[in-house]
Every structure is written in structure tokens, then in C-alpha cells.
């Protein structure tokens, strides 16, 4: 059975092939979770599990909110994405300035992935000098395996490396289970670790 795909204008205004909607799910999962999941336990740890529990529904319950509040906006204004719907709501400038806002903060993404990337590569047996010396040539590296990805024309030809990311964070997920319960099995519980 054949998906049917999504279609997409190009900056030409013609029709293009779109991602199919496994493809789209595969994109956005891996997205949403991401690897900061993986510090959720470390950071339930150091608040206390009720404070945790409380922040991660809290902070649930607010995105959930603002993000119906912003389709609702999309669906008032007919725009489709955030500066445009700022400058319909509150000018150019507005418009601007999400722009700036998005492209500083997916600048500060890139440049976490390729220091945490040529940092964690560094350390292994494939690491190009000792570890005390700079980690340039690993971050050049990471440059390079990007460049294949950067250059897909749309999120169509992501969903594999997605899925493999996928499947890299349930490892990272089952490593940390595994270490918890062979760590902690026959602790005893502090209630006051609990607030």
C-alpha cells in the first residue's frame, strides 16, 4: 500500500514531493525526545522525585497550552509560521526580530552538537590526537558528516537517520534502566530525597 505524500511548494511555487506521514512521525519523534531526555533522571535526582514529577507535568501542561494558543493564532491569521504571524500581530519589527531569535538559537543548537559531538568523539580510539590537545579537527569532522544531511532537500530524506536516532536514544535509555537497577536494587528509599 502506497503512502500518499504531503505536498510541499518549492521556492519556485511548483508542486514537490513531500515526506509521507511515517516519515513525518519518525521526523518529529525524534525531535521531541531528543537526547536531553536522557538527563531527565539526573535531573529528577538532584530536585527530589515529587518536585520532578511536578515540574515535568507543569512544564507539560504549559506547553500543551501555549501551543494550542499558537495553532489557534495560525488558524485566526491564515499564517503559517512564526515571524509571519508575529508581524501580522505586532509589525515588522516583530517579524525580525523572531528571525533573529530563531536563527541565534538554531546557531547555538549546531555549535552544542559539534562540540558535545567532537568531545564524546575525542574520546575514542578514533580521535585524531591526545586528549589534552584542541578538538578542532573533531568539530571539522563533524562538519563533514553534517554537510550530507544539510543539503537534503527536504525532512523526506532525514526519517532514516531519525529512525537510527531513534533507535541510538532507546539504547541510551535501556543503558541507564540497566545501570539504575543494578545500582540502586536493595537500596532502601530516603523520603527525604523525595521533596
Not at 574520546?123 to 589534552?132: K, R, V
Amino acid at each position: 500500500k502506497q503512502q500518499e505524500n504531503a505536498p510541499i511548494l518549492g521556492s519556485s511555487g511548483t508542486e514537490i514531493s513531500g515526506s509521507t506521514p511515517f516519515q513525518s512521525v519518525i521526523n518529529l519523534v525524534k525531535i521531541c525526545i531528543g537526547t536531553g531526555t536522557l538527563a531527565l533522571p539526573y535531573a529528577i535526582n538532584q530536585g527530589g522525585f515529587l518536585i520532578g514529577v511536578f515540574g515535568i507535568a507543569l512544564i507539560a501542561l504549559w506547553n500543551f497550552y501555549a501551543s494550542m494558543r499558537l495553532d489557534n493564532l495560525k488558524d485566526w491569521t491564515g499564517m503559517k509560521t512564526y515571524a509571519k504571524i508575529a508581524e501580522f500581530v505586532l509589525g515588522p519589527k516583530a517579524r525580525i526580530l523572531v528571525n533573529i531569535c530563531t536563527i541565534s538559537t538554531l546557531i547555538g543548537v549546531c555549535v552544542v552538537y559539534t562540540i558535545t559531538f567532537a568531545s564524546l568523539y575525542h574520546e575514542t580510539p578514533l580521535a585524531f590526537f591526545e586528549y589534552d590537545q584542541s578538538i578542532w579537527r573533531e568539530c571539522i569532522l563533524c562538519g563533514c558528516f553534517a554537510i550530507p544531511l544539510v543539503s537534503a532537500p527536504h525532512l523526506k530524506f532525514l526519517a532514516g537517520t531519525s529512525a537510527i536516532g531513534l533507535v541510538a536514544l532507546a539504547v541510551g535509555f535501556g543503558a541507564i534502566f540497566v545501570y539504575g537497577i543494578n545500582t540502586f536494587s536493595g537500596v532502601s528509599c530516603d523520603t527525604s530525597d523525595m521533596w
